[in-house]
Each structure stands twice: as C-alpha cells, then as structure tokens.
C-alpha cells in the first residue's frame, strides 16, 4: 500500500475510535484522506484530526470506495456486516471486534509477535482481544527465550473494556456513591466503583468466561502454539482505561530473574518498570497513554520446576486496541 | 475461662478495634467488663458498646489487672511491649499483629483451620494476616478433601488492611480526581483511586514482598504444612474494606469442580456464591460486614494435573481480622 493513504475509522466516535484518530496523528500516519464512520446516532457529529473537523458519515455498503484500510471498531455485528463489503472494495481492514479473530485463514496480529503473519491476508487482519495482546507483548520475547509451557493470569481489568460508557459509569457510581447515593447500574451487571468482580462476559461450557477463554486461544493462534497451557481469571477493577496482569509462567528452560529482566529490557514494545527498592512496579495510571506494556516484579517462583512470577499494565484503549491496529495499518504500507 | 469476662480492646480506635467491639455486640459476647485501651492520642474518646459510652483509656504496664481476655490491634511494636505485661497479669492475648506469629511456640490460628492450636497456648494466640485468614478459609477443606501441593494466588487488597487512615485515603483521592483536582498521597505511597498497584509492604530479598511472604509463611504454620508450595502475588485495589483472591491450586487426588462445590458447601465459614447461570460471583460489596468467605469460579483447570481455580472475597476486618480475633475468644470461653 502506498503512502499517503486514504483511511477509514468504523466507529469513530466510540472509546477505541477516538483513541484510533489520536493515534494516527500522534504517529504521523501518512493520511491521504480520513473518513469518520459511525452508525445513525452519531452522524453529523464533528471531530477534530489534525486541527481540521471531520464530519461523521453514515457507514453503508458503499463507504468503502477508494478505501485503502479502514480501522472497525463498531463490535462484531457491524463487522461482520460492513467487512465483506469494504474487501470487496479492495480496502483492507483491520478490524477490532471479535468476528474474525478465530478464523482460520484470517491473521491475527499483534506486531511485536506475529508480524509475519500480516502478509497472510486476504483483505482482513483482526485485532486481539485487549488482555491478550498486552499479555502476548512481555511474554512473547520469554517464550522465544526459554518455551513457556503453561500460563497463570489474573486480570485487573479496566472499564475501558467495556466502552466510554462503562468509564462513565464508574465515574457516576464513583460520585454517587461519595455522596452517600446509590450506585446506578445501566451498564456493566454489577457495582464496578469501589468494588471488584469476575468479568462480565457470559460463562461457557468449560466453567470460564468468554473473555478468559478469548485470553487462550487468541495467544495459543498468536504464538502458532495451539496447546500452549493457560489458565486465566478475568476480573474487573474500578480503573477507567489500563489493564494489570498477574502472570506467573513455567517455561521448558530455566529462566532467572536477572535473564529474563535482560530479555524484557531489550524487547519492543516493553517497558521495564521494576524497582524494588521505591516499591514502584507497573499500575494501570502510568500505563494510560503508553504505546509500551509496563513490566515488573519479575521474580522467581520456586513453586515450579521453571517458575517466573511478572506484573504488567498495558493501555486498554491502545496497545489492547487502538494502537495495535494503527501498528498493523502502519505495517501495511510499502517502505 | 469461666463466662463472662473481663476483656480489653487495644487500639479500640482504630479500622479494627471498632470492628471488634460492633463484632463482640453482634455475637453477644459475655462481657462482664470491657476495658478500650489505646495511645495518648485516643485517651478520652468515648466509644458506644451496647447503648453505653465507654471511655478509652492510655494503655500502661498495669492495664491488664484482673483483665481475662485481651484483644491486641494496635500494630507489632505495641503488642511487643505490651504483651509481655498482660501476660504476666494472667491475661490471655489475642494479638492482631505481626508481632508474635511466626514463634514456634505461640499458636497462630483460623477457628475455622487449626482450632486445636489455641490449647498450646502459653498467654497469647495470634491472629493471621488477613490476606492469609481469608485464603485459609476455603482452601482449608480442600486440603483435607484431596492434598494441596501447590497454590498460585493473585489479591485484590482493600484499602482498609493499611488501616481507617488509607480508607479514608481512598475517599478523598476518589473525590479529588473526580473534581479534576491531583490526589493527595499521605498514606499509601500510590494513588489508590482509580488505580492498581503491587502491595506497599517491602519488597524482601527473594523478590517477594512482605505481604506475600507472610501468605507463605502463615499458611504453612496454620496448615502445618512447612513446606506447601505458594506463589502469591499482593496487590491493592480501590476498594474499601474486602479482599478478593484469584486462586489455582493442584492436588495429590483429583477434585473435580463438582466435588470441590460439595465440599465447601459444607466448609465451617465458607458461603458459596457461583452462579454461572447470572455471572455472579464473590464481590467485595457482597463480603463487607460477612462473617463467611465467600467463594465461587469453582473450575476445574486442566493447564495442571490436578489443577482447581477459585475467586473467594471476605471482609479484611472481619474474617481478616477483628471476627477471627473474637472467634479466637470465643473459644476461649468454658463450654
């Protein structure tokens, strides 16, 4: 694809959305021409790229014309529905929702793991799921090191997951809550200000959620290791837009703190945050407006043969989404 | 010790003390005296028990004359200089604090664990560190069912294990953010509001912090277990006054998830909260002012030979703390 090109945002207005339009003027994306899609209830509305407005339009099968790639972050309906369209235009898509992750013959892409798998395409690249791609960054540069065999991750998710309405929501429970109110729910099932609980996302048959489950097999695809081990808890936490992550792995080969610290300082996209002596490690607040994943506490855990204990914080909104795929758009174009 | 008794409250002022004087009315404790001793700071204050006004008194060596039963929540220097006086007053000490709990000779006890401990006891009892209390609780029958070999926990702390000052920490920073102003750290050395961070106590010399050592250390002493492998992983949350635990242990004998329920339906100070069908599960909202550990996400976790996962969330200054103290007394008492 050759610069400068013609990009499309599909759901601009959402949490991601913004966060996409931010993202590609703070990395100078080459930008021909910029189209802002949405659904009916935000068309019209006017956003600001690059100092200029940009008019919402309506997304409908035609918007796709003289595309180059358009970022879709409108959830899987919308993708599955306006996809197939805006391929047929010759557009390529990288979409964020979870329609295609698992398709077989469609890449799914983080580019400090997979990026081979970009050229694979047929018109389509999906985004991962947040957790696991802020997960797959610190552990990908591991597992080339030393294998990991098995995966033990508790979640610390933010409301960001959820979309701008659920940040909000926090924030309004928050307030209420302060004023001696109840908290209201509208969005997410359960109270998420000044209290914690398992992820929202429906339990399946195996007794975890679909978002857990999300976590295994979009790194499994990722790492082209479909029986890698993992074993996770998905839980929110009254943060608004970064995601921590307790993870302790067990790897083939024996890993010491001290290497794997030397592997992670080197590794794109990582940011070594782990001083023991301030007791200042990854948190979500720091992590909020980073292009990198946060990295501490990387210890030992002698209750495993090869057992490495780590904290990371990723951004939700970038590298769990917005970032990854403007990383993706920006590895499609010709050098 | 023949009911009813005179007991002392030391540090009755603080986060805990006034959860153990509202625990010792809820149990209707036979409290023939009650003594509320605390530092100069707090001398004067009247505290409600039962309707009356009761005046806190400043704790000297000669506090514990004719007292039956102490309870010690006032931190380990404290309980260290106290202590030995109390006992020497015939006194028996229920102690909160760090101080005493890893010496080989005084009891360290969960009611609910290891009850035929507090018969060793030579003049004090220690209470365990909450995280630890509200781990024990569940997984105690569980290693009774099938053997525990290994345990990989992951906290979601409540602000209120740093004390009522870090609670209220916690409120003025949320207020503060959300009226757009900076927050305040005086207590916690991180923003606690709106954010996630690895457990303030010191990180030690194997790369654990003192928190999560303690998990080990207590845990193996309750279960006379010296050598049960753990893995913890402390973090605090915006939360007020529950702590919530991801777990995953591996047993010698297979426990499928079916049978795991089983067992804790039955477990003393266990309530089971698991319904796949609504996505709900243990909440620290739900566990506040609980004398039980609630305990739910029980799957099986195939990543390990035996493996099991739990969520289990219990009040920090109940079951953490101020109950399991009153428990403790409770079973002081003649049947």
Not at 59 to 65: A, H, L, M, Y
Not at 285 to 293: F, K, Q, S, Y
Not at 319 to 324: E, F, L, P, T, V
């Amino acid at each position: 694809m050759k610069a400068p090109v013609h990009i499309a945002v599909l759901g601009a207005t959402g949490a991601v959305g913004v966060e996409v339009l931010k993202t590609l003027e703070r990395r100078n994306f080459p930008v021909r021409k910029l189209t802002l899609l949405a659904s009916e209830r935000s068309v019209g509305k006017k956003m600001k790229f690059k100092g200029q407005d940009v008019t919402v339009e309506q997304v409908n099968p035609e918007s796709f014309k003289g595309v180059d790639v358009a970022i879709f972050s409108a959830g899987a309906t919308r993708s599955r529905e306006f996809a197939p369209h805006a391929i047929k235009a010759g557009c390529v898509v990288v979409d964020n929702s979870s329609a295609f992750r698992m398709d077989a013959d469609i890449p799914l892409v983080v580019p400090e793991v997979n990026p081979g798998d970009i050229k694979k395409h047929k018109g389509l690249i999906a985004n991962p799921n947040c957790s696991a791609a802020i997960l797959a960054v610190p552990l990908w540069p591991l597992h080339q090191a030393a294998k990991i065999n098995r995966i033990v991750v508790s979640t610390y998710q933010a409301a960001s997951g959820a979309g701008a309405r659920a940040m909000a929501e926090l924030e309004n429970q928050s307030r209420d809550i302060l004023d001696g109110k109840p908290a209201k729910k509208e969005i997410l099932p359960h109270q998420i200000a000044f209290n914690v609980f398992s992820h929202n996302a429906r339990i399946q048959e195996n007794g975890y959620n679909e978002e857990e489950n999300k976590m295994v097999e979009e790194t499994r695809k990722m790492f082209h290791e479909p029986k890698l081990a993992i074993c996770p808890t998905c839980v929110r936490v009254p943060v608004y837009r970064a995601h921590t992550e307790s993870v302790v792995i067990e790897t083939e080969r024996k890993l010491t703190a001290a290497e794997a610290r030397k592997v992670l300082l080197k590794a794109p996209g990582v940011k070594v945050v782990d001083d023991r002596e301030k007791n200042y490690f990854p948190m979500p607040i720091d992590a909020t407006n980073l292009l990198e994943v946060l990295v501490g506490r990387i210890r030992e855990d002698d209750t495993a043969q090869n057992g490495l204990a780590l904290f990371i914080s990723g951004d939700q909104l970038l590298k769990g989404a917005a970032w990854n795929a403007v990383q993706i758009a920006e590895m499609l174009l010709e050098k």
